[in-house]
């Protein structure tokens, strides 16, 4: 005879590890569980229960509930193990991980080389590509798809492709924080995506896309950005320096000029301004604590703009309480707020362009230069060939001809030609103007004179019922340049129309009255000398002559849709 099993172990059944054994009182459905005889395990058992085993034995009926520890726990790290391997590389575990992973593989009896997948392709992070919105300033936007190295030159390049804009190297990417009221002109050589990196996450910015014609005309007419007055030299020069010296000392690391004046600076966790002389300088800015004196000893650090940017403010004076609307500020790399601003504000406009023109210079040096000369050459490696649409050989090849007598000819004289050209267009349009009064009215005349009243509404420079702030604010923003103008609606006479335009870093405004002669309206600026049909006529002729104005008419400002 056998021997009889002892307790806790049953006839045909492997001996595991100490087990719970579960028994049920007068053969119910087990609802309390009692310990066995010579069972030591703690009452709650951290591993899963295994099948029940049903045994007969005689009259009773035994079910007997054990735990497979061991074999539970390698099961479930093995398959663990195996899919965490097939989801993801095996380049993203430890050494030591990797090595226990296959000590536990092993004993399951299993190995990754048992199945084969597919893992996709990991894109490089320079290729990967990320989505931007842009805007313009009638608030329109236009999200594009654009890979992470690209410069603001190239998605400037880009947006003048989708929408068929013409390139003069004026436009411009801008960097607006509306929740402080300050934006910045991105370079041209910055990356996109770095400058979105330095967003915080629940700040409304933005990104507009609109011209800038300041943005290089220091190089052109260097004497507009640096006063005299405002400029001074760390050693003593001989005569005079022309204002082209003092821009090639800015580009060179050896020598440079040292600009000086008064601002108006914002004490720290204050709301008060005060009024402090200041000095830029390579290392960084500096302002006296004893009047306008320069020595070592009275100069004490303010900003460095190494790793900060330079900010233009747009409401000083609504939003920081500065005492004129020409302020500006230092604002860190990084993400901030309001207290990491250091701001500055400025007696008038010419003085605020050659202090934030100065440290633009004095930031970037010779790449605002190369931006200038080559503005096609970007990281992203873009060129002209492979962006900007080039004219065709026989677009080159046309030549101006005259075909007024009996014979045509070539116009050589380039001033002749662009003069034809105007008295054409002038010709052509007062015909189109008179098919437009004379069809289906009896009185061409009075229909004829409506037109020409209203004809100007279709044109890019003309801005209806715009106030004066908001005619120079438009102004302001695309560049201070000679030449740039809009004509709009008047606000005192609604029977007029007025110019503004900018000269000498300021905006000037002339009214452009209405007058009638033998039934029919023309429109003037030198009170009847110089009168014209219409309001195209007016301006197409101060772009060719300045007459009574300070300079030609160059640069319109327009409100573009993306």
């Known amino acids: 005879m056998?021997?009889?099993?002892?307790a806790g172990r049953l006839p045909g059944i492997r001996r595991w590890p100490p087990r719970c054994v579960a028994l049920p009182r007068g053969g119910a459905t087990p609802t309390t569980w009692r310990r066995p005889p010579?069972?030591?395990?703690?009452?709650?058992?951290?591993?899963?229960?295994?099948?029940?085993?049903?045994?007969?034995?005689?009259?009773?009926?035994?079910?007997?509930?054990?735990?497979?520890?061991?074999?539970?726990?390698?099961?479930?790290?093995?398959?663990?193990?195996?899919?965490l391997h097939l989801c993801c590389q095996q380049t993203c575990f430890p050494k030591q991980i990797q090595?226990?992973?296959?000590?536990?593989?092993?004993?399951?009896?299993?190995?990754?080389?048992?199945?084969?997948?597919?893992?996709?392709?990991?894109?490089?992070?320079?290729?990967?590509?990320?989505?931007?919105?842009?805007?313009?300033e009638d608030e329109t936007s236009r999200a594009l798809d654009v890979p992470s190295d690209i410069t603001a030159r190239d998605v400037c390049q880009?947006?003048?492709l989708k929408n068929h804009y013409i390139d003069d190297h004026s436009w411009t990417l801008f960097e607006h924080l509306p929740h402080i009221g300050v934006e910045r002109t991105i370079e041209d050589h910055e990356l996109v995506i770095e400058v979105l990196s330095n967003w915080g996450i629940e700040e409304e910015n933005k990104l507009y896309f609109r011209k800038n014609y300041a943005k290089y005309e220091f190089f052109k007419n260097p004497m507009y950005f640096f006063p005299e007055h405002m400029v001074s030299f760390a050693t003593e020069t001989n005569g005079e320096i022309s204002p082209t010296q003092i821009l090639q000392m800015f580009l060179s690391s050896s020598t440079y000029p040292e600009i000086h004046g008064f601002l108006h600076a914002k004490e720290q966790g204050k709301k008060s301004w005060k009024k402090i002389y200041f000095f830029l300088r390579r290392s960084g800015l500096y302002f006296s604590t004893k009047g306008t004196s320069k020595e070592p000893r009275h100069l004490q650090f303010f900003s460095e703009f190494g790793n900060s940017d330079i900010y233009v403010s747009l409401a000083g004076k609504k939003k920081h309480?500065?005492?004129?609307?020409?302020?500006?500020?230092?604002?860190?790399?990084?993400?901030?707020?309001?207290?990491?601003?250091k701001m500055l504000c400025a007696e008038e406009e010419q003085s605020r362009t050659c202090w934030v023109t100065a440290i633009r210079l004095l930031k970037y040096g010779m790449q605002l230069y190369q931006n200038y000369m080559h503005p096609y050459q970007g990281r992203s490696g873009?060129?002209?060939?492979?962006?900007?649409?080039?004219?065709?050989?026989?677009?080159n090849s046309l030549v101006a001809m005259d075909f007024s007598g009996q014979k045509s000819r070539v116009i050589e004289n380039p001033t002749e030609a662009l003069?034809?050209?105007?008295?054409?267009?002038?010709?052509?349009r007062k015909k189109g103007c008179l098919r437009l009064g004379t069809h289906g009215s009896p009185t061409a005349s009075s229909q004829s004179s409506a037109t020409n009243m209203a004809i100007h509404r279709s044109q890019p420079w003309f801005h209806h019922k715009i106030s004066r702030d908001e005619a120079q604010r438009l102004i302001i923003q695309q560049g201070l340049v000679d030449g740039v103008f809009l004509v709009r609606d008047s606000q005192s006479n609604p029977k007029t129309f007025v110019l503004s335009m900018s000269h000498g870093q300021k905006i000037k405004h002339f009214q452009i009255i209405p007058v009638e002669d033998d039934g029919e309206m023309f429109h003037t600026l030198d009170d009847g000398h110089t009168r014209f049909t219409d309001l195209i006529q007016l301006v197409e002729f101060y772009q060719l002559n300045k007459g009574v104005l300070p300079c030609k008419l160059k640069h319109y400002c327009a409100r573009i849709a993306l």
Not at 40 to 63: D, N
């Open 2 to 6: 056998g021997r009889a099993p002892r």
């Open 38 to 83: 010579g069972c030591t395990r703690e009452r709650s058992c951290p591993f899963r229960t295994g099948p029940a085993a049903v045994l007969q034995t005689g009259e009773k009926r035994k079910i007997l509930m054990f735990r497979k520890c061991h074999l539970f726990q390698t099961l479930f790290l093995s398959y663990a193990v195996l899919h």
């Open 99 to 136: 090595g226990k992973n296959r000590i536990i593989l092993r004993r399951a009896g299993m190995s990754l080389s048992a199945r084969r997948v597919t893992l996709p392709a990991i894109t490089p992070i320079i290729l990967q590509k990320r989505v931007i919105k842009v805007y313009s």
């Open 158 to 160: 880009l947006l003048i």
């Open 321 to 341: 309480g500065a005492p004129t609307n020409y302020g500006f500020c230092f604002k860190p790399n990084k993400a901030g707020g309001p207290r990491d601003l």
């Open 382 to 395: 873009c060129s002209s060939q492979s962006i900007s649409p080039m004219r065709s050989i026989s677009e």
């Open 419 to 428: 003069s034809v050209a105007v008295e054409e267009g002038l010709a052509w």
